[in-house]
């Protein structure tokens, strides 16, 4: 089988840094992938990780360790607009086809 | 833009009653999911497609089928809907293999009464 662990709950302020962690066990493990989810809208994918080490892309870099079947999703300068749910997710099954989510965290930034 | 449209926002169903959602996307995808979202729960793979005719079960199947005739729709059937089948259901499409985004629809909120 497979399972996700990330935080239900982080709450933070505008300007903050903050650190979403998710650790996985899977077999057929391909890749981790971030997506982000506002009330009431439809999931939005924001990086993925085939490989270890870190991807930047503008605000948000995320981070893998295969070798610890971990990851980490990183948020610098926190905005307001960045309150949302952030889930993790694993490519397994057919070529890494179908992927598997975590529970999400819920992210609140506040003023 | 990749465009993946449910055709109900909201749909309302009583027990026992066979109900079909479906799912287009517009970009010549080659994989097709269907997700169910709970409250606490995240989102759960119901079924997956890579191919037209081929389809993948996933993590909670059971009470669903899924059919995919041609390549740019995906319907999620539930043969005889009951109430624990309430739910938020997400169709999504995806390029190619593993690593590529995948684009959800905005969803279709099932109630079964």
């Known amino acids: 089988g497979q399972s996700l662990e990330q935080p239900s709950e982080v709450t933070a302020v505008e300007g903050a840094i903050v650190q979403i962690n998710c650790t996985y066990q899977?077999?057929?493990?391909?890749?981790l992938s971030w997506y982000q989810q506002h009330d009431g809208g439809a999931p939005t994918f924001l990086s993925y990780n085939g490989l270890d080490g870190l991807e930047e892309t503008g605000r948000f870099s995320s981070f893998l360790s295969r070798s610890d079947s971990y990851g980490y999703l990183l948020l610098q300068e926190l905005q307001m607009k960045d309150s949302a749910s952030y889930f993790c997710?694993?490519?397994?099954?057919?070529?890494?086809?179908?992927?598997?989510f975590g529970k999400g965290t819920t992210l609140s930034v506040s003023s | 833009d990749v465009k993946v449209t449910q055709s109900s926002r909201y749909l309302v169903k009583r027990t026992g009653e066979k109900v079909f959602l479906e799912c287009v996307q517009d970009m010549d995808h080659e994989n097709m999911f269907w997700y169910r979202q709970d409250p606490g729960l995240g989102l759960r793979l119901i079924y997956f497609?890579?191919?037209?005719?081929?389809?993948e079960k996933g993590d909670i199947p059971e009470g669903y089928s899924v059919s995919r005739e041609k390549k740019e729709r995906f319907s999620l059937i539930l043969e005889s809907a009951s109430t624990n089948q309430t739910s938020m259901y997400l169709c999504?499409?995806?390029?190619?293999?593993?690593?590529?985004?995948?684009?959800f629809g905005n969803g279709t909120r099932l109630t079964v009464t």
């Open positions: 999504a499409s995806s390029l190619d293999q593993g690593g590529s985004p995948l684009h």
């Open positions: 497609s890579y191919d037209v005719k081929m389809k």
């Open positions: 997710a694993v490519s397994s099954g057919q070529a890494g086809t179908a992927l598997i």
């Open positions: 899977t077999s057929g493990f391909y890749g």
